[in-house]
């Protein structure tokens, strides 16, 4: 605003003079008001049309314009404010409004970039306003020198108007508090960071971009290379889609290169991507003026060190899934202050927050973060983290094992990964919640600690992680796992030797390789007894009765029944003598020695009843009703089946409860219970709310994810 000067120190009286159109004045404390005739007569200026042009038919984000709809043109404040992740498309959503808007504000369109994150001099507020107010006829000799009072005139030449206001790549409320237009108008902001002020202050109806939908991803990518090339080739660009996670603007520059590079076909970008193992060296080697890694990096640079150094931290867990529980362990830190900074990163756009504790990084984040990991943690430090996130994985998933099976005998841990235990705790469903969260990062977690010389990793990871991949019946990646442990143990950690030997003869038994699956557990059994293992010993007994039952050798499978009952009480193990007894009833079962298989199977269950092993209860429980069925008694066969199947519901095995619930249907029906088929039916649609973990693939020889 113009300040009004006394005509002289006597003067009671305010003259101003060469005023413009539409000037605001502040009236002097005394004194009548003269104003002067301005030497010129301006003329009225026309209105700025300031929205930059090229914007094409939007992709998808069709409730994203909606919701703009509902906000900008209803009663209120009319502001909206977009953010999301670099190269969401923020800009071209509001530019794609306003495009279709633009007779609905006559008065004018005013668009600035303030290149908060663009890797130039960021734009002062003062310097947009002033480019503002210079469209309106408004010049900068015009203007107070008290800068803070420009926008209040901004507001009040656009006030009562139908003014658009589109104010770009912002970085902080400070640079576009004073560009809030006068009521009447509209404002749109867009940024990669959430800015709070602007619902607070101005009631602005704040959207987060998300990135494209596969079918948003492809469509895209036809746009830009033809609608018959895409659909010619609908599966690759699908893929690409994927690989890119429906990146706009890696989609965008994927397709600039196939529609440069018309001998490509589109399977040639798909698998070009895959082959680079990152995205980024893709995407930035496509010599378009453009590099995804740059954009991203000007999202980092307002971060102070502890939240950068947090977010490289996090980036080196081993999927894209960042739980605070474990980032605080690893930084060995409070977990408020690891929520604290997570959460920082979130409103930067860097992390999302997937629910309460729970963050994720998108795939291009994450590999700008591998990247540029060298950047900012120095080889030791990333070392020493590496380390540290294999320990944190090796403590929770040995913790979570004996939560599943607290009856397994306990490996030796070092003192780091006793403290990390001792404060850690699972419930059963806990425990599998978290195997099923780790299991597509298993192999990976493996294969880079043998590469580091980490072997003591290895052997005992795969020991922790085999009971939960067994139940999965995930045979492909427990067969992985364990032949990298007992590479591992040979390599350089020959006291899991016959331990990891044990695993990997009970994985190629899995996949029918039992030749080579009695190999490993013979020499299992040859270390076991050269180290006075009889526990061990017992346990190899034990596979290798699995094995002569699956070969149908049902004399030898009783013969290493009993052998392993006859160890285990020597060692007074009382679990393993009765999971002994339980492979020789078996065997007896299958030769239709039925009494005796009731006799051994009874003996079992009272020694895993009166040690409380609910694991070996069930299995007892399920081979008696599998004895009764067999022998002809239904009713004794259910009564005992239906037992093991709440035990196994307490367990959470739901892969064992769909088994027996099974059996039960079938008996129910050979004996005319219908009111226990339904119930049955009825138990087998609520199975239905929890995932079937025997859904995984059994073909031999496809990479786990």
């Known amino acids: 605003m113009t300040e009004m000067e006394p005509t002289s120190a006597r003067s009671s009286h305010n003259v101003a003079e060469g005023l413009s159109a539409h000037q605001v004045l502040q009236v002097g404390t005394s004194g009548a008001i003269y104003v002067e005739q301005p030497r010129t007569v301006a003329h009225a200026p026309e209105p700025p049309h300031m929205l930059p042009g090229g914007i094409g038919r939007i992709v998808g984000r069709h409730h994203l314009l909606s919701e703009m709809d509902e906000a900008l043109t209803g009663p209120g404040s009319r502001c909206c404010m977009l953010w999301g992740l670099a190269g969401s498309g923020k800009t071209t959503l509001a530019l794609a409004w306003a495009s279709s808007r633009i007779a609905d504000y006559p008065d004018g369109q005013f668009f600035v970039d303030m290149c908060a994150y663009s890797g130039t001099p960021r734009i002062e507020a003062r310097d947009a306003l002033r480019s503002f107010l210079a469209t309106l006829g408004i010049n900068r000799s015009d203007l107070p020198h008290n800068e803070a009072e420009w926008g209040g005139i901004f507001r009040a030449v656009t006030a009562g108007r139908r003014c658009l206001v589109i104010v770009d790549n912002v970085g902080s409320y400070e640079q576009v508090r004073d560009l809030v237009p006068g009521l009447g108008s509209v404002l749109v902001v867009t940024s990669r960071r959430a800015i709070p002020e602007m619902s607070v202050r101005h009631d602005a109806r704040v959207l987060k971009l998300p990135l494209l939908t596969l079918d948003e991803g492809v469509e895209l990518i036809a746009e830009r290379v033809g609608f018959v090339r895409a659909d010619r080739e609908e599966a690759a660009a699908k893929r690409i889609v994927q690989l890119l ?8 520059i994927v397709s600039a290169k196939l529609a440069i590079q018309t001998s490509w076909t589109i399977s040639d970008a798909a698998r070009g991507i895959e ?5 980024l060296r893709f995407l930035d080697d496509a010599g378009l003026g453009i590099e995804v890694g740059r954009v991203i990096s000007w999202s980092l640079d307002d971060l102070d060190d502890a939240t950068t150094r947090v ?20 930084l060995d830190q409070p977990k408020r202050d690891c929520d604290r900074r997570l959460r920082t990163l979130c409103l930067a756009s860097l992390i999302d927050e997937i629910s309460p504790g729970r963050y ?3 795939d291009i984040m994450k590999a700008y973060l591998a990247e540029t990991l060298a950047q900012a943690l120095g080889d030791e430090e990333q070392e020493r983290v590496a380390r540290r996130v294999r320990a944190v994985y090796l403590a929770l998933s040995y913790a979570a094992d004996r939560a599943i099976d607290p009856h397994r005998s306990p490996l030796s841990l070092d003192r780091e990964l006793r403290t990390i235990t001792s404060t850690t705790s699972f419930t059963v469903p806990q425990a599998l919640a978290w195997f099923e969260s780790i299991t597509p990062a298993m192999s990976y977690l493996t294969e880079t600690a043998r590469a580091d010389g980490d072997f003591t990793f290895v052997t005992r990871f795969a020991w922790s992680v085999n009971t939960f991949l067994y139940w999965r019946q995930d045979v492909t990646r427990t067969l992985a796992i364990q032949r990298e442990a007992v590479a591992a143990a040979v390599a350089g950690d020959p006291a899991m030797e016959a331990l990891s030997r044990r695993g990997l003869g009970r994985a190629l038994a899995d996949v029918e390789q039992l030749e080579s699956a009695k190999e490993q557990l013979r020499a299992s ?12 010993l017992a346990s190899s007994q034990h596979a290798m009765a699995e094995l002569a039952l699956r070969s149908g050798d049902h004399r030898d499978a009783l013969r290493w029944g009993l052998r392993a009952a006859r160890e285990s009480r020597a060692s007074d193990n009382v679990v393993r003598e009765a999971r002994g007894l339980y492979d020789a009833a078996r065997a007896l079962t299958a030769a239709g020695h039925h009494s005796w298989a009731r006799a051994l199977g009874l003996r079992s269950l009272a020694m895993c009843e009166e040690r409380s092993n609910d694991y070996g209860r069930a299995l007892a429980l399920r081979l008696l009703g599998a004895t009764g069925l067999a022998s002809g008694d239904l009713a004794e066969g259910c009564t005992w089946l239906e037992r093991a199947w709440r035990v ?20 129910y029906g050979q004996s005319g219970d219908t009111s226990g088929v339904e119930e049955v039916r009825r138990a087998l649609a609520r199975l239905e709310h929890y995932p079937d973990l025997t859904q995984s693939s059994r073909v031999v020889g496809t990479p786990a994810p």
């Open 311 to 330: 977010l490289y931290v996090a980036s080196m867990l081993p999927s894209n899934e960042c739980p605070v529980a474990v980032l605080a362990l690893v």
């Open 360 to 362: 994720r990084f998108h």
């Open 648 to 667: 196994e519901e307490s367990l959470g095995n739901f892969r064992s409860v769909r088994t027996i619930l099974g059996q039960l249907e079938q008996a």
């Open 525 to 536: 059994m040859a270390l076991d007894e050269a180290a006075g293992d009889l526990s061990g």
């Open 245 to 252: 996670e429906g990146h706009p603007l890696a989609l965008a």
């Open 275 to 279: 082959e680079e193992h990152s995205p």
